[in-house]
């Protein structure tokens, strides 16, 4: 269940990121930048308020580092660094929700 939702979040935010690219409301790096600001705030957001569903944050890590592989060649620098960053960033709060849970325990 947490890991599909986790598949939907970044499905979602890539689709934003497809339709103001693909009609031309952006350009294609402006675009692919405001989705991942889209699948990191909602990512991050569910993430940490859930707490106990760490395949969430895995599969928008899982997404994430896709963008970065398919942003390294030709590089597109402001993409893969800004995704690199979301991967981190899962990380750090996957991290951080496993010590609480310890903590609490």
Same mark, same amino acid.
């Given at each position: ?29 402006? !675009? @692919? $930048?405001? #989705? +991942? ?5 909602? =990512?991050?957001? *569910?993430?940490?308020?859930?707490? /106990? ?26 993409? !893969? @660094? $800004?995704? #690199? +960053? ?5 990380? =750090?709060?996957? *991290?951080?929700?496993?010590?609480? /849970?310890?903590?609490?325990?």
């Amino acid at each position: 269940g947490a890991t599909y939702a986790g598949w939907l979040t970044a499905a979602s935010s890539v689709s934003v990121g497809l339709v103001l690219g693909g009609w031309g409301i952006l350009d294609q790096t402006t !675009a @692919a $930048l405001v #989705a +991942l600001v889209i699948a990191l705030v909602l =990512g991050l957001g *569910v993430q940490l308020s859930l707490g /106990r569903a760490p395949g969430y944050g895995a599969a928008l890590i899982w997404a994430l580092a896709a963008v970065v592989a398919r942003n390294a060649s030709p590089v597109n620098t402001p993409v !893969a @660094a $800004l995704a #690199a +960053l979301g991967v981190l960033a899962f990380i =750090g709060a996957l *991290v951080m929700v496993r010590r609480k /849970r310890r903590a609490a325990a």
